[in-house]
C-alpha cells in the first residue's frame, strides 16, 4: 500500500501535458546528415545549379587551355604527364559540386547511368562546349608571343588513316567514360578518394599510347582547339 501511495503521489507532481517540455529538435548538421542519408551514401548536399555550371565551366576552360598551351611542343612525355595531372587536380577540386565531369561524353554517360537528369545534361554538356572556345582562345593569346603563334591541338599521326584515328579515340573515350561510371557513380565506391587519381591516370595512359596516332583529344571540348586554330590560320 505504501508503495501505491508513493506511485500515486508521483503521478501527481508531473505537468499536465500542455506545459511538458516540447522534444528537441535536430541540429542543422543532423539534418544534414539525414537528407544525405536519405539520398544515399556519400551523396552531396543540394547545391544551386549556379555553381554547378560555374565549376563545370571553369574546370573544362582549365582543361583545354593546358592542351593548347601544352600541346604545341608534341605528343611528348611531358605533354602526358601535365594533361593527365592536370585532369585529376580538376577532378579532385570540382568532384564535391559536380563528380568533376568536364567531357560531354563523359556527361552523356552519366546521363544514361541514371545519375543526372536529362535537363541537368543537356546545360552540363552546352556550358562545357563554351568552356572548350574560351580555354581555346585563351591559349591563343598566349602563344600569340612565341614564334609559330599556332596552339596545341589534336592532330592525326603522319600515314594514320582517319579510321584508325577513329578507333583509337573511341575505346580511350570508352575508357574514360567506364572508368568515371565505376569510380564515382557507383555505391560500392562510393566516399573513396582514387576518384580523381583515376580519371588522370586514363588520360595519362591513353595519351602515351595513342596521341601520336588520333592527337589524344577524349573530350570533345578539346576539339574547340581545332576550331580555334583553323580561324588562327585564316
Not at 170 to 182: D, G, R, S
Amino acid at each position: 500500500q505504501a508503495a501505491r501511495a508513493a506511485q500515486v503521489g508521483a503521478a501527481r507532481e508531473l505537468p499536465p501535458p500542455s506545459r511538458l517540455r516540447p522534444a528537441a529538435t535536430l541540429s542543422p548538421s543532423a539534418q544534414t546528415i539525414n537528407q544525405m542519408a536519405a539520398r544515399g551514401k556519400g551523396a552531396p548536399p543540394c547545391r544551386p545549379l549556379l555553381s554547378k555550371l560555374l565549376c563545370e565551366f571553369l574546370g573544362t576552360t582549365a582543361i583545354v587551355f593546358i592542351y593548347g598551351v601544352a600541346g604545341s611542343a608534341g605528343y611528348t612525355g611531358d605533354f602526358a604527364i601535365t594533361i593527365g595531372t592536370a585532369v585529376a587536380a580538376i577532378t579532385y577540386a570540382g568532384g564535391h559540386l559536380t563528380g568533376g565531369l568536364y567531357n560531354p561524353a563523359i556527361t552523356i554517360a552519366t546521363v544514361i547511368r541514371g545519375k543526372i537528369d536529362f535537363g541537368l545534361c543537356c546545360a552540363y554538356v552546352a556550358i562545357q562546349f563554351c568552356a572548350g572556345l574560351l580555354g581555346a582562345l585563351s591559349s591563343m593569346c598566349l602563344k600569340y608571343t612565341e614564334a609559330t603563334g599556332f596552339i596545341g591541338r589534336p592532330v592525326v599521326g603522319e600515314d594514320v588513316s582517319d579510321g584508325s584515328a577513329m578507333l583509337a579515340e573511341i575505346v580511350v573515350a570508352f575508357a574514360l567514360c567506364h572508368t568515371f561510371l565505376h569510380v564515382a557513380t557507383t555505391t560500392t565506391q562510393a566516399n573513396n578518394s582514387y576518384y580523381g587519381a583515376a580519371m588522370g591516370l586514363t588520360v595519362l595512359s591513353g595519351t602515351i599510347s595513342v596521341g601520336s596516332v588520333s592527337g589524344a583529344c577524349f573530350n570533345p571540348a578539346v576539339a574547340m582547339l581545332t576550331l580555334v586554330h583553323k580561324w588562327q590560320i585564316w
